[in-house]
C-alpha cells in the first residue's frame, strides 16, 4: 500500500496514483538496501505487540470497535479512553475517505487520560466503506448527507454515554463538517476544535500552488517550475486530478504536507503496523479514495466559509506554522473574523498540516489546557490525581 493517505484534496489526487515511491523516484535519495526479511517479525506479529502495549485495563476504562447503524448503512466507530468519566472527543477525520483510525496510534494513546476518543470511520472511508455497498453508500456522499451523518454520529454518542455535551475536532475535510456541525448544533458541543482548517477550497488551491512554485524557483528545481508553470493560471475553470496531483506533489515536497519532509512516507508505513485495522481494511482505504472522490471533489473545492464566522459555542483553531495543504494564513485570517463565546489560536512552530503526528506534545498539552477545561467546568471529567508537596 503505497497510496498517500493525507487529507482535503491532496488526499483525492493521491488517490489516484501519485503515490510516495513512484512521484519522488527521481529527487528522494536512493533507499537502503533491503533488510533480509528471514530475521523480521511477521506483521500479526507487530500488531499483537502494538495492542497488547496499548490495552485499556482501567476499571472505568473502554476499549471497543463497533458498528453502528447511521442513516440507512453500518458506519464503523473506534472508543477508547482510561475512564468512561471523561468527556468525549469525536476525532472528524480528513480526506475525504482518509480515515485516521490506522494511524490513531501513533498519537492518540496519552490523549485517552484525558478523553473518551472516538475514531469514526466516515461513508466511503476505511471499515465503514468495507461494510457496505457503493450503491448503498451513494445516496449521502454529499457535504450535507455526510454533515447528517456526523450529526446522527454526535447523537449516538450523546446518548448511549449519557453526555450533554462533547467535542468535536475536525482535520482538513473532517473541518468542513466540524463547521457545519457547530453552526447547526452549538448547544451539543464543548467547542470545536479546528486542525488544518477548510476556509475556501478555490483560494486554498491557489495560495498552496503559489507557495510551490515560489520554492521552487528559489531553488532552481527546472522540473518542479516546469510542471507548476505548465499549468497556470491555477486551479483555472476546471480542476482536474492530474493538475491537482501536481500542485500536491510539489506542495509536500516543500514541506507544506509534514513540515521538514518531501514526503508522506513514513505515515504509509505507519499505517500498515496499525493493530487496530486489518490488511483488508487498508486495502479498502484506498478503494474508498476512489469511490468518494467522484462525488466530493467538486463540492470541497466550492467550499466557503470566508463569511461563516459566527459561532454559538466556543472555538478553538490549531494551525501548523508551515501549512499550505490547507494554507494557514487563511485560518489566521478567518480566525480573527470569528466572534464567539470564546475563541483560541494556537499555531505549532515546527508543523505544517499533520499536527498531531508532528508535535504531538505539544498538541496534547494544547488540549488539556485549551479544551478539558471547558469540560471541567461542566463537571464532565474524571477525578484527578491526588497530589503532595513539602
Known amino acids: 500500500m503505497t497510496t498517500l493517505r493525507t487529507s482535503a484534496l491532496f488526499m483525492l489526487a493521491l488517490a489516484v496514483g501519485v503515490t510516495a515511491p513512484r512521484a519522488f523516484a527521481d ?24 495492542a497488547s502495549n496499548r490495552k485499556i485495563t482501567t476499571s472505568q476504562g473502554i476499549e471497543e470497535t463497533i458498528k453502528v447503524r447511521i442513516n440507512g448503512i453500518d458506519q464503523w466507530l473506534s472508543i477508547r479512553g482510561k475512564d468512561r468519566r471523561n468527556p ?49 453508500m451513494a445516496p449521502g456522499m454529499t457535504v450535507q448527507g455526510m454533515t447528517d451523518d456526523a450529526a446522527q454520529v454526535v447523537q449516538y454518542l450523546r446518548e448511549h454515554y449519557n453526555k450533554q455535551k462533547i467535542f468535536i475536532l475536525g482535520h482538513s475535510w473532517g473541518t468542513v463538517l466540524g463547521v457545519n456541525l457547530a453552526q447547526q448544533h452549538p448547544d451539543w458541543f464543548y467547542a470545536y476544535i479546528s486542525v488544518g482548517q477548510v476556509v475556501n477550497g478555490r483560494r486554498n488551491e ?17 522540473k518542479a517550475v516546469a510542471e507548476l508553470e505548465a499549468m497556470g493560471p491555477y486551479p483555472g475553470n476546471k480542476l482536474t486530478l492530474d493538475r491537482l496531483g501536481v500542485r500536491s506533489k510539489w506542495e509536500m515536497y516543500y514541506g507544506g504536507l509534514a513540515w521538514g519532509r518531501k514526503d508522506y512516507q513514513f505515515d504509509v508505513d505507519a499505517e500498515e503496523l496499525s493493530p487496530d485495522y486489518s490488511k483488508q481494511d487498508l486495502a479498502a482505504i484506498d478503494k474508498g479514495s476512489l469511490f468518494t472522490l467522484n462525488h466530493l471533489m467538486d463540492p470541497l473545492l466550492a467550499v466557503n466559509f470566508d463569511h461563516t464566522t459566527h459561532f454559538n459555542c466556543p472555538i478553538i483553531v490549531f494551525v ?71
Not at 341 to 349: I, L, T
Not at 350 to 355: F, G, N, P, Y
Open 320 to 390: 501548523g506554522a508551515h501549512d499550505y495543504t490547507t494554507a494557514h494564513e487563511l485560518t489566521e485570517k478567518w480566525f480573527d473574523d470569528i466572534q464567539a463565546p470564546s475563541k483560541h489560536f494556537v499555531s505549532f512552530a515546527d508543523s505544517a498540516h499533520m499536527v498531531m503526528q508532528e508535535q504531538p506534545g505539544r498538541f496534547l498539552a494544547h488540549l488539556v489546557s485549551d479544551a478539558l477545561p471547558l469540560a471541567q467546568k461542566a463537571g464532565d471529567v474524571a477525578p484527578v490525581e491526588v497530589e503532595r508537596s513539602k
Open 88 to 136: 468525549i472527543l469525536l476525532f472528524l477525520h480528513g480526506g475525504p475517505a482518509a480515515p485516521a483510525m490506522p494511524e490513531a496510534y501513533t498519537f492518540q494513546t496519552p490523549w485517552e487520560d484525558y478523553f473518551t476518543v472516538v475514531q469514526w470511520d466516515q461513508r466511503g472511508a476505511g471499515k465503514t466503506y468495507l461494510a457496505n455497498s457503493e450503491k448503498a
Open 206 to 222: 491557489e495560495v498552496g500552488y503559489n507557495f510551490a512554485l515560489t520554492q521552487a524557483r528559489a531553488e532552481g528545481n527546472a
Open 27 to 50: 529527487t528522494a535519495p536512493q533507499a537502503a538496501p533491503a533488510p533480509d526479511k528471514s530475521q523480521l517479525m511477521s506483521r500479526d506479529e507487530v500488531t499483537r505487540i502494538l
